[in-house]
């Protein structure tokens, strides 16, 4: 009995010093973002959001933001709908290698993302589209689409076949069925991994270092040039309002999940 106590003891204690570290840069960034200082001083010594106004102020920043809106924006709608079609394909297709599609179509997130940036600049380079922002969506899609699998299969799992074949006997389509049965079904999975994909997209960085060019760098490349070049509190409000974004996405489509748990309830 005690030693099952223990055990619990320092599995929680394990946990606990899991969320630290994780929690731990937002604890220090944010408060740093409102620091009256020209340095990143922890805690800082006085209060302002001048750092914020710099942003704001700033067409580099500026730009560099909406580039990584735009391409997420992009990445969000490409990936949704082959993730989605892919989805279908290995959840209610049955044909050989179909293992090994699934693998494939979840290697992105298994493949180390230096391998990938490698692989798609010499790509890119031959093409010679390094620095276009299609180009930049193309690669994300790439690295976004396994969320939006993941997503969707998880719910197209949970899905009763009877309901679409009911609609067939009575006569919808095949389109019918889709658009009036299935989809409303699934619709909080498709989201949710439309969510994670534009998460993905919008904080990605390594492959965004090799195939950004100027006058089309993305917002995480340009914090990474700023932590090289001009070290300021502007980064630690610019990391501020990332994880503002990405945490209130990241809720939404945990909230999203729990509904396609639930049935769509």
């Avoid at 193309?138 to 299969?153: C, D, E, G, M, Y």
């Avoid at 090289?228 to 502007?234: A, G, L, V």
């Amino acid at each position: 009995m005690s030693s099952g106590r223990a055990g619990r003891a320092l599995l929680g204690l394990a946990a606990l010093l899991v969320v630290a570290f994780l929690v731990f840069p937002v604890v220090v960034i944010v408060p740093i973002s409102f620091s009256g200082s020209a340095f990143l001083t922890f805690p800082p010594e006085s209060l302002s959001l001048q750092w914020y106004a710099k942003f704001f102020a700033r067409a580099d920043w500026l730009e560099a933001t909406w580039l990584s809106l735009w391409v997420a924006g992009l990445v969000t709608l490409m990936a949704t709908v082959l993730g989605t079609a892919a989805a279908f394909g290995v959840v209610r297709g049955r044909f050989p290698g179909q293992r090994l599609v699934v693998a494939f179509l979840l290697s992105p997130l298994i493949v180390p993302g230096i391998i990938v940036a490698i692989a798609v600049y010499f790509f890119y380079a031959r093409l010679g589209i390094v620095g276009s922002p299609v180009a930049i969506a193309l690669a994300h899609t790439a690295l976004a689409v396994p969320f939006v699998v993941v997503n969707v299969s998880a719910v197209l799992h949970g899905v009763d076949r009877r309901l679409e074949q009911a609609a067939q006997n009575l006569g919808a389509s095949a389109w019918t069925t889709f658009r009036l049965i299935t989809f409303p079904l699934i619709r909080p999975g498709v989201l949710a991994g439309g969510l994670f994909a534009f998460i993905a997209s919008f904080d990605e960085l390594i492959v965004a270092l090799f195939i950004t060019a100027p006058g089309h760098v993305t917002l995480p490349a340009r914090m990474w040039q700023s932590m090289r070049n001009e070290i300021d509190p502007t980064i630690a409000a610019v990391s501020s309002l990332e994880i503002l974004l990405s945490v209130a996405l990241f809720f939404v489509a945990a909230r999203l999940q729990a509904r396609a748990a639930g049935g769509g309830a």
